[in-house]
């Protein structure tokens, strides 16, 4: 077993040839992937793209859609340890969008840097759609996706809460009713996740997410999900070390609101 000195000169390796963990977000719009992204980063500021020729520019949800280019940069400045890409465009079933995901996710994947790799994808499908497991979800988990980590992410879950309320009979009684939910809430989301993991190429793991709007909502979960399915230690260290950027940042805020009182 390696000792602690032996894990801090690796990691101190690590952060030289790759300091930033990139993760590719794919989901049809209004699935929430800002809102996690922000969550990741535990941060509410407005998100920085940056092009392949160094040009940045603040991405307001007035121009957020405006960003098609899935080879953008988009990073946090309260935690420029992660970057993200978006894969605008995914339910329009377009195929040159599906082109476009496959060959960025491929190039990535044959790049020689490590700074330079896809680390890992998000797949975001939310809950609060109608019909969440739709052709493009399934046309996605059929391809090989060059083995690079996948979680599917059920988002916006809440929404289901409130679907059973509206169908759970009323002339049960209040604990009956709520059996009902949780049953009806555990039989959807399992339905769902057997579906994407009989596919060829399945997630490999899946995770629920729900009232991520509310401010005191974590994404823990995500995250331990992340680094399971990583099979690189080095990254998975590198993930460990840019989360912890975020509890010092947690760590420094709550010490400030204290002498702020």
């Avoid at 009979?169 to 989301?189: A, H, T, V």
């Amino acid at each position: 077993m390696p000792s602690v000195n032996e894990d801090i000169t690796e990691l101190i390796k690590l952060k030289n040839q790759c300091e930033k963990f990139r993760i590719l977000v794919i989901g049809r719009a209004n699935a929430g992937k800002t809102t996690i992204c922000q969550k990741m980063c535990n941060t509410t500021q407005t998100a920085v793209a940056r092009d392949a020729r160094g040009k940045t520019f603040e991405v307001s949800p007035s121009n957020e859609r405006g960003i098609h280019d899935i080879n953008m940069e988009i990073t946090y400045p309260d935690n420029p340890g992660f970057i993200f890409h978006d894969s605008c465009g995914l339910e329009a079933g377009s195929d040159t969008e599906k082109a476009t995901i496959f060959e960025f996710i491929r190039s990535r994947s044959k790049a020689q840097s490590l700074s330079k790799q896809l680390h890992c994808i998000w797949f975001c499908i939310p809950m609060n759609d109608a019909r969440p497991w739709i052709e493009a979800e399934k046309s996605f988990f059929s391809q090989d996706r060059s083995k690079v980590p996948t979680i599917l992410i059920f988002t916006k879950c809440d929404a289901l809460e409130k679907k059973y309320l509206r169908l759970q009979p009323k002339n049960l009684s209040f604990l009956d009713q709520k059996k009902y939910r949780q049953k009806g809430i555990s039989d959807e989301l399992e339905e769902l996740k057997q579906q994407a993991m009989a596919s060829t190429h399945g997630p490999d793991a899946v995770v629920q997410l729900k009232n991520m709007h509310k401010k005191e909502t974590e994404c823990a979960n995500l995250t331990d999900a992340t680094i399971a399915s990583i099979n690189l230690d080095a990254l998975k260290m590198l993930l460990t070390s840019v989360q912890a950027n975020n509890l010092d940042a947690r760590v420094t805020s709550a010490v400030r609101g204290l002498f702020e009182r």
